[in-house]
């Protein structure tokens, strides 16, 4: 066995600690160690964006992380962006344009778009495009998620 | 007919839980004393097994065990045959190979599962398949399917002595008499090549045995949760009511997720069983390339015969099929390329002969689509080549074909996947094809337009091209509807779901019937626990065949709900009406009854129930169809392509759709826009490429061209026209596979259009910027 | 696909990571981003037994003006700073033209820019632009530090002059001279995908504006960048006609890169590509050299 490592970081503003091999993927580690599988891993090798969260407020490829990098530091994931009750603004534009059919590429899309609206609070249908063009969907052809991101905007910014 | 919550953009009841990380998906399962699987998968995609050491893997800490094949014993046996070959169909060859829990012997494909591991931990399992050590002797490898079928090439399976899977020879009337009448024959040679179908989630299943309970869970990616209930309770000589098999959310499924029994199904539950511990395995990414099926590989010989005016007088198809190692789905996919390959043409002389092949490669089954891009692919390339050599106009030649709308139901006389006859049962072409051609401006891009822009020094091309979609296929599909009294309405149903909508789409069913928001229709699919008759979605079924049969269970609680309520408010039947949850006499508002009440008279805690009279409101009820519903639709596209990097722009892309009710547009538009993604991936994106010794040389999404939102259209414009099916009381026709299915034909007719001065005749597909470019030059050489 | 074990260390100085590094050397990796090791461990084409990771050495991330007029990046610092840093924009605009082209903006938010470099991917943007700009590589070791240009960094397929027990720590980008224009063309099937090939210009206009100089450097065209020199030197003292151009466009495509075919492209077709992306890039400079 390989030394563990104290791991200590927070989770949607919450403090974790756990010991854990320093291997453990942070997507892995989400999951499985703190049972938070909003967070999906489509490919694990960086390409599908299923897994995306923030990490200190950018998005990263939570399958291109080791968890102990995370380390001190603050991770965003789709649990932390709304609850079912009172969706983030993203969410709820998702849901109006049916910018989700199965929905297992949707979280990585949420965790994307949020810095990017952010900075980006009136973006062109061109810059949405190649926003999210570091995330896969195999169901909407995505559309719909343009629109919705549109409909997110037009939310946020009022 | 006018619906209040049929045919609504209605948003999704599902989608609060998927967009908040709350859905359960198969990997979010955890239980505690779960043990871990992982696979030796074979390197090679033809070898013998001379040994197999696995002494190091053991000695690894955290592992628990390890099983090859010999490990099994007598419990090792190949999966079952989930669809003969048709009965009716007479000469009909099939030799049926199946798929096993793990190769023993010889493997079949690379990929194929040799050794599973169980461990403590993923991880830990992956390391330990690094520690084993297995001695092949590699053997010829089978992979170009005409060389497949020469009389000297290596066998797939030695106890065959060719790699013929299985023959079948199709006609409708006559097609050599066709041919003598004909002024014009036209003889092609199409090769169409193998993708994948890549559900963002990868199949995975948890595999829990209750020793104390004698009782098995199993948490599966399928599609056909019925199936695999049933199924695994026969393997592992339990009841079936021992067993529930549930498909909670799945991450898409697009055909590979209904293939029944895969070695891992199979594996799972024998392992939990074994070790009465909860047993998990997740397919990853490059597994998923080689362990889940994938479809589309055909070669085509093709003969079209016409008179000079261009009326097709019959088409002779001869062509092989590629089933992969192993052919367990049947004839599925050949049987549906067979009654497309006419498409929704009036051809009555039709010769069709199919050869499917054995391969060292993985398993065939179908993928969205399922066979009939390549009919559509074959038809709709011959059209372009007739009306190239008539000098007529793709267009017209195509109108002067279609059936015209008087003569449905119309009889194809092709047996289906069904193993029916394909009756087509309704529809109205013409008016489908004129609106798309209006849509794109068809008439001013040709005429004004394309010419402007080429002495502009710009390619940009059009595609149109007219596809059916057979839908809604049975046996059959059943649901109980159930109304609580808290007001809200159960649902259940068998049919597992992938993002169809199904949640709200059969809620608005529901709604129609019983007068309550679609939000407080409660689905459940694919827990064998709620529900357990049904076959799976699955050929653009969900919606025809468990939709129907949601209608006919809702509207039997209505009659119950009706007969009750006329006692209760005392006013007869016909005067009553279903309003917001509740049951009113129809001129007197105030005297009225919540459906919550009525549920609790209806389970009385004292008094007697009279005779002959069942307890609830609730009723189950099932739909089988005895042919299934044929869709149609129309696409079109405009394209510009960079004759010096062949890399292309859409400029416009339009499907106009007829596939009967609409049940919600907005999931009808989600569901065109993803096939037509996927459509355009398999026209110049992905492609499995396998090598001369069978290897996959793209598995993983970085070399796997899965498209992104920035390939796509900016906008799929999308026209409706409506032609209710006679065969089911919704009236409506699957959609499912729609988007997918014309999109190669299209693509290629605007490509070649694009690059109209090279005389390009594109006889494959996919193609890819480099395909093309080599297609341009060879045409550039020969001139 | 779960990566090997591996010891673990998170070093916080320069100095204490080349301690970790001399110490294990071959068995050790250093891990910067991670955006392209990470997954090959988790394919297991990478198995190192050691991970040295340089993200706590805060001392490694920054983009710094210099007095000679050069820019200095720190090894550390990550595509997105790069991408969005003012000074790149007014210092290296032919750097901050390609940032948006490397990968994908969750790639770029954690891949750094000196990892790129290091990896020495002949696809890799970076790697191109830096030899294209005449980068020099700050390497640091146990005994000191040295100072090697772009062009004799890299030594082929994955592989660069860096010893097992040596970092790279610092990129120094010179400024352009006057009248220079710049240009980054590639061809990529979707916009994150390592490209079929690619071709960063530089040129240099005299007062005449005849070409005063001019470099043309390709990726993914060979085991490493390939710099075209001979159709450089076509173009030299020429005037930039679209006849010159054709010339060194067809010199470099067809005489001196080196691409391989595989699933995506025939080295025929890359060839092809080159010639049409050169003269595409030409002109753009052409036109960025005019307006500077």
């Not at chain 3, 990046?73 to 940032?99: F, N, W």
């Not at chain 3, 062009?151 to 994955?158: A, I, P, Q, R, S």
């Not at chain 3, 590509?273 to 500077?292: F, M, P, S």
Request: hydrophobic share 40%.
């Amino acid at each position: 066995m390989t030394k563990l490592f104290k791991l200590s970081l927070t989770v949607n503003g919450n403090p974790y600690e756990r010991q854990i091999e320093p291997r453990l993927l942070l997507s892995d580690f989400l999951r499985h160690e703190l049972g938070m599988t909003g967070t999906h891993v489509g490919c694990e090798h960086g390409v599908c964006g299923a897994c995306t969260v923030l990490l200190n407020g950018d998005p990263v490829r939570s399958c291109l992380m080791f968890a102990v990098q995370a380390h001190g530091h603050e991770v965003l994931t789709v649990e932390g962006l709304g609850t079912i009750d009172d969706l983030h603004p993203i969410q709820q534009a998702f849901w109006e344009a049916h910018g989700l059919q199965c929905g297992f590429c949707t979280p990585g899309f949420l965790t994307t778009l949020v810095p990017f609206l952010e900075e980006n609070p009136d973006p062109s249908e061109e810059e949405i495009r190649v926003a999210i063009s570091g995330n896969l969907c195999r169901c909407t052809g995505y559309q719909h998620i343009v629109e919705a991101v549109q409909l997110a905007a037009e939310k946020m910014r009022a | 007919m006018t619906y209040k919550f049929i045919g609504k953009r209605i948003k999704r009841n599902e989608d609060p839980r998927l967009l908040t990380g709350q859905a359960l998906f198969v990997d979010d399962v955890d239980i505690p004393g779960m043990l871990h699987v992982a696979f030796l998968r074979s390197d090679y995609a033809h070898a013998r097994i001379l040994s197999i050491d696995i002494e190091e893997a053991r000695q690894r800490p955290g592992v628990v065990a390890i099983y090859t094949a010999e490990d099994m014993g007598d419990d090792w046996e190949p999966g079952p045959p989930l669809v003969s070959p048709p009965p009716t169909l007479e000469g009909v060859i099939f030799n049926s190979r199946r798929q096993a829990p793990l190769a023993k012997g010889k493997v079949f494909h690379a990929g194929e599962a040799v050794v599973a591991v169980v461990a403590e931990s993923r991880y830990i399992a992956e390391d330990a398949v690094e520690d084993i050590w297995v001695d092949y002797e590699s053997l010829p490898v089978v992979v170009d399917l005409e060389k497949a079928m020469e009389s000297d090439s290596p066998l797939v399976h030695d106890d065959l002595d060719t790699n013929l899977a299985a023959h079948m020879f199709q006609k409708k009337g006559d097609y050599e008499s066709a041919r003598e009448q004909a002024d014009l024959i036209i003889q092609k040679k199409f090769y169409l090549d193998r993708g994948a179908a890549v559900a963002m989630e990868n199949r995975g299943i948890v595999a829990h045995w209750d020793e104390k309970s004698q009782h098995m869970t199993i948490w599966d990616t399928t599609q056909a949760p019925i199936p695999i209930r049933n199924g695994t309770a026969a393997r592992l000589g339990l009841s079936e009511k021992q067993v529930r098999v549930i498909a909670p959310f799945l991450g898409g499924g697009f055909g590979p997720k209904a293939m029944m029994f895969y070695p891992e199904e199979m594996l799972l539950p024998w392992l939990s069983m074994k070790h009465c511990r909860p047993m998990k395995w997740i397919e990853d990414r490059r597994e998923n390339f080689y362990a889940t099926t994938s479809e589309r590989q055909q070669v085509h010989e093709v003969e079209i015969a016409l008179t000079k005016d261009g009326r097709v007088l019959g088409l002779s198809d001869d062509f092989l099929h590629d089933t992969g190692a192993f052919d367990p789905y049947g004839l599925t996919i050949p049987l549906n390329t067979q009654c497309h390959v006419t498409g929704p043409y009036d051809i009555q002389n039709i010769a069709s002969n199919c050869t499917a092949v054995f391969t060292n490669k993985p398993i065939v089954t179908p993928v969205r689509g399922a066979g009939r891009p390549q009919g559509v692919f074959v038809i709709e390339r011959m059209l372009d080549f007739a009306a190239k050599e008539l000098g007529m106009d793709l267009l017209e030649l195509r109108k002067k074909n279609l059936i015209p709308p008087d003569a449905f139901p119309y009889d194809k006389e092709i047996i289906d996947q069904a193993f029916a006859k394909f009756v087509m049962d309704s529809g109205n072409y013409l008016p489908v094809v004129e609106k798309a051609r209006e849509m794109i401006g068809y008439d001013q891009f040709i005429k004004e337009e394309q010419p402007r822009l080429r002495a502009e020094g710009k390619y940009v091309g059009i595609g149109i091209t007219p596809f059916i979609e057979t839908t809604g296929v049975g046996p059959y599909e059943g649901a109980r509807v159930q109304i609580e009294p808290t007001g809200k309405v159960n649902v259940a149903t068998g049919i597992g779901t992938q993002g169809q909508g199904h949640f709200t789409s059969f809620a608005q069913i529901v709604s129609e019937q019983l007068g309550v928001a679609v939000s407080d229709v409660n689905l459940v699919s694919g827990d064998t626990a709620q529900f357990h008759w049904g076959t799976g979605t699955f050929a653009s079924r969900g919606a025809v065949v468990a939709g129907s049969a949601v209608l006919a269970a809702a509207t039997a609680v209505r009659s119950k709900v009706l007969k009750l309520a006329s006692k209760v408010l005392e006013a007869p039947e016909e005067e009553l009406e279903f309003e917001n949850g509740t049951v009113r006499v129809a001129d007197i508002p105030r005297q009225s009854i919540s459906l919550g009440e009525l549920a609790a008279l209806a389970n009385p805690l004292r008094g007697a129930v009279e005779p002959g009279s069942e307890p609830g409101l609730e009723a189950t009820d099932y739909f089988g169809p005895a042919y299934g519903a044929t869709a149609f639709g129309v696409h079109a596209m405009i394209i510009e392509i960079d004759p010096e990097t062949m890399m292309i722009e859409f400029k416009r892309y339009i499907t106009v759709e007829d596939c009967g009710t609409v049940l919600n547009p907005l999931i009808l538009e989600g569901q065109i826009h993803g096939g037509v993604s996927m459509g355009i991936g398999n026209a110049y994106y992905e492609k499995m490429h396998f090598d001369e010794s069978g290897q996959l040389l793209n598995a993983s999404l970085a070399d796997y061209l899965i498209v992104t939102a920035h390939e796509m259209p900016n906008r799929i414009e999308i026209g409706h026209m409506e032609t209710r099916s006679p065969f089911n009381e919704l009236g409506t026709k699957g959609v499912g596979e729609a988007g997918a299915i014309p999109v190669p034909a299209c693509f290629t007719q605007a490509l070649e259009n694009a690059f109209q001065d090279f005389d390009l005749e594109i006889l494959e597909t996919p193609l890819s910027p480099n395909r093309l470019f080599e297609l341009l030059q060879r045409e550039e050489h020969e001139e | 696909m779960k990566p090997p074990p591996f010891e673990y260390y998170a070093p916080t100085t320069v100095e204490e990571a080349l301690v970790h590094l001399a110490e294990h050397g071959y068995d050790a990796k250093p891990l910067a981003g991670g955006q392209s090791l990470i997954p090959m461990m988790n394919f297991r084409l990478a198995q190192p037994a050691v991970i040295v990771d340089l993200n706590n050495i805060e001392g490694l991330s920054f983009i710094r003006p210099e007095d000679d007029g050069s820019l200095a990046v720190g090894a550390m610092t990550r595509h997105q700073m790069v991408e969005k840093s003012e000074l790149i924009v007014e210092k290296a605009p032919l750097v901050h033209e390609t940032m948006p082209q490397i990968a994908t903006s969750q790639i770029r938010s954690r891949g750094t820019f000196g990892g790129s470099l290091a990896h020495a991917d002949p696809s890799a943007e970076l790697v191109c632009v830096s030899v294209a700009l005449d980068g020099e590589f700050k390497i640091a070791n146990q005994s000191g530090e040295r100072w090697v240009p772009a062009k004799d960094f890299f030594l082929g397929l994955f592989t660069s002059v860096l010893e097992p027990e040596e970092l790279l720590v610092e990129i120094k980008l010179p400024p352009f001279p006057e009248r220079t224009g710049w240009s980054l063309k590639e061809i990529a099937r979707r916009p994150h995908d390592f490209c079929l090939i690619g071709v960063a210009a530089v040129l240099t206009l005299d007062e005449n504006n005849k070409c005063q100089g001019a470099k043309l450097v390709y990726l993914s065209a060979g085991d490493g960048p390939v710099e075209a020199t001979q159709a450089a030197e076509l173009l030299k003292g020429q005037d930039m006609t679209d006849e010159a151009i054709r010339a060194a466009a067809e010199k470099a495509s067809a005489e001196e890169i080196d691409p391989s075919s595989d699933i995506h492209a025939t080295a025929e077709f890359r060839r092809h590509l080159a010639n049409v992306l050169t003269r595409r890039a030409l002109k753009e400079a052409l036109d960025r050299a005019k307006g500077n």
